[in-house]
Structure formats: C-alpha cells, structure tokens
C-alpha cells in the first residue's frame, strides 16, 4: 500500500502560479508512473501531468508550456508547478501513482480555485 497525501491548492488570481505537492508514504523507486489528474465540477476525471520513473514525462494539451511536473525519488515527492494560471483550471486535483505490480494508488485531492 501506498498513501499519497496533496498540498499546495488554494485560490489564486488568473495569471498566477502555484506548485502542488504529493507526498507518498514510501519509497517511489518502485512506482513506474505518478501523475497528477484533475476533477471539475460536473466533468470527468482528466489526465493533467504524469512522469515515469524513467524521466519521461507527458501533459494535456490544455496545460502544456504552463504546468510543470517532476518527481523527487529521494523525497518520495512528486510536484505539479502550475503557472499562467486560468479560470478553466479551477478543479480538485489528485495525485496517483502506479505501482509496477499494476496497482494504482489515489490521494485525497486538492482544491485549486483561480479566480479574480
């Protein structure tokens, strides 16, 4: 089992910036993938950002050039910089991973509201 807790949302002005973090209970040298979805209100659950542990990364094309996802093997910690922020980015964000062994773990989610 692996229980990843969020931090970092919040309300923040369109144009702004925040960085998300995901802390996971232990290491991640085995997780091949963690990424970071997001939910708005009355849509699905949409892939945001992920990066494998082989450095390879991939965004949606709604937030490519302005998000930045990277992961720190050391600090089991995989961040989500979100700059240039929009109202169209407002929705709970969650943090997952993906265990070699095919398991997929969630975190709680955080709130990220850009409005002025």
């Known amino acids: 089992q692996v229980q990843l807790v969020e931090s970092g949302g919040g309300l923040v002005q369109p144009g702004g910036s925040l960085r998300l973090s995901c802390v996971a209970s232990?290491?991640?040298?085995?997780?091949?993938?963690m990424g970071w979805y997001r939910q708005a209100p009355g849509k699905q659950r949409e892939l945001v950002a992920a990066?494998?542990?082989?450095?390879?990364?991939n965004y949606a094309d709604s937030v490519k050039g302005r998000f930045t996802i990277s992961r720190d093997n050391a600090k089991k910690t995989v961040y989500l910089q979100m700059n240039s922020l929009k109202p169209e980015d407002t929705a709970v964000y969650y943090c997952?991973?993906?265990?070699?062994?095919?398991?997929?773990?969630w975190g709680q989610g955080t709130q990220v509201t850009v409005s002025s």
């Open positions: 997952q991973a993906k265990h070699i062994s095919g398991n997929e773990y």
């Open positions: 232990r290491s991640i040298f085995s997780i091949s993938t």
């Open positions: 990066a494998t542990s082989g450095g390879t990364t």
